[in-house]
């Protein structure tokens, strides 16, 4: 019964891990480029909520939605003023800039939050689930996580299959310039893609701080890189693949705590990652991509 | 007035000048050939005519619009639609999203369903695998799908850059069949292309490009037997 509980608690870090890999990927593949701040973007959502809870006393589900709404601004703002100038540089000036947004987004919450991190109260107030009269039990939060999770991932789907602004999105992860000659504005497209990926990682951190309930400036730095490591494992770019990869680094992460050794979770989260990469470097749902000269 | 009309156009790419202040027009309803050895700075033209590329100095009129100040995205509204060199498909998506893609700017839903009947009774072969993924078509039929997905703009005027580069002669013919056929329907069309000969058989004018400079210009008819462009373009 450990193993199974294990076993839940990782497919539930897993589907907080896939909804921030769902950002990774999505801005990626359009804009392709990495985002190294999108880990940030989930404290600042977290901050939010809290803010809105404990100061303004509003409920859980009000505040996580003002967190949408203020990470999805800040997603396009980051983009207009730090990352839409250098659309035409190296993608390495972009690395550092996206590292250089990650520092200011930590500093900015150390300065307004102090160092002291905060507890968070959950905002999921769902039922848990008992099974096998109560020997395995599901908490709220992660039943929570695992729903919204697979929610999202349906209408991200949807969303970019099947509508007019979602087939843009595909045109210019493609080819930007043929994409222009659609007339599709390609500047408005990638504002949109990270307007979708800053809000789905407000979500993350609804999520993430109520299963986790510790807040400080750097609670998003290392759910960060772990998403990374599991939208480059899922294969960057895929929507499924996200999914995928984001349920087995939790699953792994979890199971390697609990069985192998705390202290080196981490360390073989990544050497899982460096053994697929070496059998297949785009991925487990990668594409191959085509560079075009 | 012309439909289109450029004056002294100048472009560079950082300190290479590729257009040394050309000028040409293009009247409703012609049919333009420009043509030109490689690195002349056709294609440079067309990606400066449509956005891609920005103008230096210089002047682009359509329909009384000035266009080296108009973001590529809009000037497709405006009704210039651009057929580009290598066919630019999305490969990954499949030929009818392409071709969705392609009526990206129009809102009428009756007229965009018309204009796709009209481009599969055009294209037979597209109708066939519109659920396949471009990628996986034949270089001839990506080239269909690229015209048919400018047609699906519903554009005034129709800028073709090298459509029949890389296909077999089977195909170059057929593709040349198609663009008589559209400007049989009163199409415009400016057309770029290293097949010289076939160009001027079915262009009214032509301009000749010799390394970002107009040098010669006229009726098709009369380029056709000119003997620099017999010697030059025509191998002969």
Do not use: W
Request: with cysteine.
């Amino acid at each position: 019964m450990a193993f199974l509980d294990n076993l839940i608690n990782g497919i539930s870090l897993g589907s907080i891990y896939a909804v921030i890999a769902l950002g990774y990927t999505l801005v990626y593949g359009i804009a392709k480029m990495l985002n190294f701040a999108h880990g940030d973007v989930i404290m600042v959502g977290g901050y939010v909520i809290f803010t809105a809870m404990t100061s303004m006393h509003l409920n859980g589900y009000l505040s996580v939605l003002i967190a949408i709404l203020c990470c999805t601004i800040l997603g396009i703002v980051i983009e207009k003023i730090a990352y839409k100038p250098l659309r035409q540089a190296t993608s390495l000036a972009v690395l550092i800039t996206a590292i250089g947004v990650s520092y200011f987004l930590q500093n900015m919450a150390l300065l307004i939050f102090g160092e002291k991190p905060v507890t968070f109260t959950s905002v999921v107030n769902i039922p848990k689930i008992s099974l096998f009269d109560g020997q395995i039990v599901i908490k709220s939060e992660a039943v929570a996580s695992i729903i919204i999770s697979v929610l999202i991932v349906i209408f991200l789907s949807l969303f970019i299959n099947k509508t007019k602004s979602g087939r843009a999105m595909l045109a210019v992860s493609e080819d930007k310039d043929a994409a222009r000659l659609m007339g599709i504005n390609v500047n408005k497209t990638i504002s949109l893609t990270f307007a979708i990926g800053s809000g789905l990682a407000a979500v993350a951190g609804a999520l993430l701080c109520s299963t986790y309930p510790v807040l400080s400036n750097t609670t998003g730095a290392m759910p960060g890189i772990k998403a990374f490591v599991a939208a480059v494992f899922g294969g960057i770019g895929s929507i499924p693949g996200a999914m995928i990869g984001g349920l087995l680094i939790g699953v792994i992460e979890i199971l390697g705590r609990a069985y192998i050794s705390p202290q080196l979770a981490d360390a073989i989260v990544f050497a899982v990652l460096i053994v697929v990469l070496m059998v297949k470097p785009t991925g487990i749902l990668g594409k191959k991509v085509n560079e075009k000269v | 007035m012309a439909m289109l009309e450029i004056k002294d156009l100048s472009v560079f790419y950082g300190v290479i000048q590729a257009l040394k202040g050309i000028s040409f027009e293009v009247n409703e309803g012609e049919v333009i050939a420009l043509i030109g050895a490689n690195g002349a700075g056709k294609t440079t033209t067309l990606h400066t005519l449509t956005g891609i590329l920005p103008a230096k100095s210089g002047s682009i009129m359509f329909n009384g619009t000035e266009l080296t100040k108009t973001p590529a995205h809009k000037i497709v509204k405006m009704g210039i639609a651009h057929v580009p060199e290598g066919r630019r498909i999305f490969q990954q998506l499949t030929v009818l999203d392409n071709l969705k893609l392609g009526a990206f700017t129009r809102n009428d839903k009756d007229g965009i369903a018309e204009d796709m009947n009209l481009i599969y009774k055009r294209f037979p072969r597209l109708e066939e695998r519109k659920s396949q993924i471009a990628g996986t078509l034949s270089g001839g039929e990506q080239q269909m799908l690229a015209m048919g997905r400018a047609l699906m703009s519903r554009p005034k005027i129709i800028v073709m850059d090298e459509p029949s580069m890389g296909l077999s002669p089977i195909f170059v013919s057929e593709i040349f069949d198609i663009i008589e056929s559209i400007r049989k329907d009163g199409m415009t069309v400016l057309l770029v292309e290293q097949n010289a000969k076939k160009a001027l058989a079915i262009a009214d004018r032509a301009y000749v490009l010799e390394t970002g400079r107009i040098t010669l210009s006229g009726k098709a008819s009369d380029l056709i037997n000119d003997e620099k462009v017999k010697k030059a373009y025509l191998g002969e």
